[in-house]
């Protein structure tokens, strides 16, 4: 049973566009949700990452919206760069004082066109 | 400093050989992780060392086994590994298995041939 899923699986915006990612999970106990950022054949790279207990968290171009609602989280790329091309993964965990294991979306390969 | 460091980047073994992944951070984290990445997929975790203790195995089979010789390192070693288990082996760190911001090193690449 997949927890966190994520669409769409790739994504290709214009230089200069806005690129949206979102995410939805089934686990009501989730309360850290981080996106992280791949090159090819690098690790992950924490991006951002928000809690639930606020609806939107910016970090220069990149922002997280939070529906807690309806248990779904979404990362905007603004002004989307060719640098921005890598693919990303939406992630959720149970903190305090649990394992704090994430569980990952399948990633969506995001595509900058200049 | 949110440095992982992994070594080998990249490791070609064979089917009888006995080789070791090493990883290590020196950011005072108190939980350390390996995960198991095929291509285009997410990493799926496979072991959590919590105070340098082993606290979640993912079923792993027995080929892997990792060791926490100490706060700052985590090796992975591996016998008998199949071809099948080729994969980026991602290491990770966090402050406390309580607190949830992960950090990963750059991987090693493993080919079992």
């Known amino acids: 049973q997949q927890q966190v899923k994520q669409s769409p699986q790739s994504l290709i915006v214009q230089k200069g566009g806005i690129s949206i990612i979102n995410c939805a999970y089934e686990n009501t106990a989730f309360d850290y949700f981080p996106w992280y950022q791949q090159f090819p054949g690098k690790g992950p790279a924490l991006l951002i990452a928000i809690r639930p207990d606020v609806s939107e968290k910016k970090e220069g171009r990149f922002t997280i919206s939070f529906n807690k609602s309806a248990k779904q989280f979404s990362l905007h790329i603004m002004d989307s760069q060719p640098g921005d091309s890598a693919t990303y993964f939406c992630a959720a965990s149970k903190g305090g004082g649990s394992q704090g294991n994430l569980i990952f979306g399948k990633g969506t390969k995001l595509s900058v066109k200049p | 400093d949110t440095e992982v460091t992994q070594t080998p980047k990249h490791l070609v073994m064979g089917m009888t050989n006995k080789k070791s992944l090493k990883c290590e951070q020196h950011m005072g984290h108190r939980a350390m992780y390996w995960y198991k990445q095929k291509a285009k997929k997410p990493p799926e975790l496979m072991f959590v060392?919590?105070?340098?203790?082993?606290?979640i195995n993912e079923s792993v089979p027995s080929r892997f086994s990792p060791e926490c010789p100490n706060s700052s390192l985590l090796n992975l070693h591996l016998h008998a590994l199949q071809p099948e288990d080729s994969a980026l082996y991602l290491c990770a760190s966090s402050q406390s298995p309580g607190v949830t911001e992960a950090f990963f090193g750059q991987g090693t690449r493993l080919t079992v041939v």
């Open positions: 060392y919590s105070y340098e203790k082993l606290s």
